[in-house]
């Protein structure tokens, strides 16, 4: 410090007063910068996971998870999972994707990160893991989110957080304050290609965080979040055509009678079905009783031994979506590996000491849900005449939100087909169909469910690297 201070005197006395104020200034801008640096590289090393229990040894990417305070005044707080592209050749350049579930009260690390995109898959035992060969982060930096609070790890210090949930606070909110706040964490994934993919009721979040993004990118010419478009999978998009849909899917797929087809479309009138009338509500489980003991997002796969008392009817997004397990039985590998507390200590997870176990779904959250719009068309228009990259994807085996509901909702849009309908492949095999439209490009998967990654990994993977590239579908037997 004396050093300093002698330094500091020898320097006044060869500047000007103006000069010196001028030099003291940027000295000072040095050490702020230091000092800022240094505290965001602690911050990251907080986050750093060195080993999950029961991972393969020298997995070769990176990994950090933890909290970002999304409301200091209600204390809430959304538990991220951050999953690298293997530490090779070019790895820095590649793009991030912030994968988002929905429910809406489901996790992103129950479902996208354990089971369908992630690195690895929680095996049989609940302890060990395997690694995904068709994860991902192979292509892509992955960033998994839980939200709103109350789902997975995330949590409120204010009870009627879990109780006043909704999309404006969820998609418009609270995502993207949690991106701003954890760009600042990671200030190195600034400027770079940013992308926003999801399925399920992430198709409420994800055309209304890309809405923000877009719309506060405006004007900038090197913006901080570089959005570049969004994938979502199985979405629920517009209240009308998935009610017409999925009661047409029903029908056409043998799985309810003709009597309560005709009775779902009188009694059902087509609006909110968040809040279907109570005919409507009575119809539907008419209709559920006659599905049966199958799972409805997958229909022609097994259904875990024991999980018929599992299914939960849930007032979430849908009055029939039941929660459900597929491996057939991977929520249930999940529920044992992230409740154990080895592994919360190694995410940095429940740090608060949350008075409830990890669970793949909150009901209270979905119970609850309030607001909900009944249409994202709106949003999809406005971003397709913005130019980012749209694409939609269906696995063609799930009853919950068909492949025959996305495509009517897309026809809602009225878009010009450059590239009429076709199947496309991966090897010599039929992975499904694609149709390029003006500004979205739509694209089936054949005998994949709701979970399209889960059920045809290998074809989803195919996606995203098509999606990414830009590129489309593979129209020709090819090995890949």
């Known amino acids: 410090m004396s050093c300093l201070l002698k330094n500091m005197y ?83 350049s590649r793009p991030l994707v912030l994968w988002l579930n929905g429910g809406p009260g489901c996790s992103s690390v129950a479902y996208g990160a354990a089971e369908e995109i992630g690195p690895f898959r929680i095996q049989p035992d609940g ?81 209304q965080l890309s809405q923000i993004i877009y719309e506060r990118n405006k004007g900038i010419e090197n913006p901080s979040i570089n959005f570049k478009g969004f994938l979502v999978g199985n979405a629920v998009t517009d209240d009308y055509h998935d ?41 539907m489980d008419v209709a559920d009783a006659e599905l049966g003991n199958i799972d409805p997002y997958s229909i022609f796969t097994p259904v875990c031994n024991g999980s018929v008392s599992q299914r939960r009817h849930t007032k979430s997004r849908y009055p029939w979506m039941m929660h459900r397990a597929y491996d057939p039985c991977t929520e ?7 409740n154990i507390p080895e592994v919360q200590n190694a995410l940095h997870a429940n740090v608060t000491g949350i008075p409830y176990p990890w669970e793949t779904c909150s009901d209270t959250v979905g119970d609850h849900w309030g607001d909900s719009p009944l249409s994202m068309l709106p949003i999809y228009r406005q971003l397709i005449a913005a130019g980012l990259r749209i694409w939609v994807f269906s696995g063609d085996t799930d009853s919950v939100v068909p492949v025959t509901a996305t ?15 076709y199947p496309w492949y991966e090897n010599v095999k039929v992975g499904g169909w694609s149709q390029v439209y003006e500004g979205l490009t739509l694209v089936t998967v054949t005998g994949a469910g709701h979970e399209v990654p889960l059920h045809r990994p290998r074809q989803a993977f195919i996606l995203f690297r098509s999606f990414l590239e830009g590129t489309p579908m593979p129209s020709k037997k090819q090995v890949m």
């Open 10 to 92: 020898r320097i006044s006395e060869t500047f000007s007063s103006s000069e010196l104020i001028r030099v003291l200034y940027l000295v000072l801008l040095f050490f702020q910068t230091c000092f800022s640096i240094s505290s965001v590289l602690q911050d990251q090393e907080r986050d750093r996971i060195s080993e999950l229990p029961g991972q393969p040894v020298n997995v070769g990417f990176d990994q950090y998870s933890g909290y970002v305070t999304v409301n200091q005044t209600a204390g809430r707080a959304l538990f991220y999972w951050l999953v690298g592209a293997p530490n090779t050749l070019g790895h820095k």
């Open 332 to 338: 249930r590998y999940s529920t044992v590996y992230f």
């Open 243 to 283: 009610y017409v849909g999925t009661f047409e899917y029903w029908w056409t797929h043998g799985l309810i009678s003709d009597t309560t087809y005709e009775t779902l479309q009188a009694v059902c009138d087509y609006g909110s079905s968040e809040h279907p009338s109570e005919e409507c509500e009575d119809a």
């Open 407 to 421: 495509r009517y909702s897309i026809d809602a849009l009225n878009l010009s087909t450059v590239v009429n309908w």
């Open 127 to 207: 302890r060990t893991l395997d690694l995904n060969p068709y994860a991902w982060n192979k292509l892509a930096n992955l960033l998994f989110l839980d939200s709103p609070a109350g789902v997975g790890f995330s949590y409120s210090n204010t009870t009627s957080d879990l109780y006043t949930a909704g999309d404006q606070r969820t998609g418009k909110s609270s995502i993207h304050v949690f991106l701003v706040n954890w760009f600042k964490r990671f200030p190195q994934y600034k400027h770079r290609d940013f992308y926003i993919a999801g399925e399920s009721y992430a198709g409420h979040y994800v055309p």
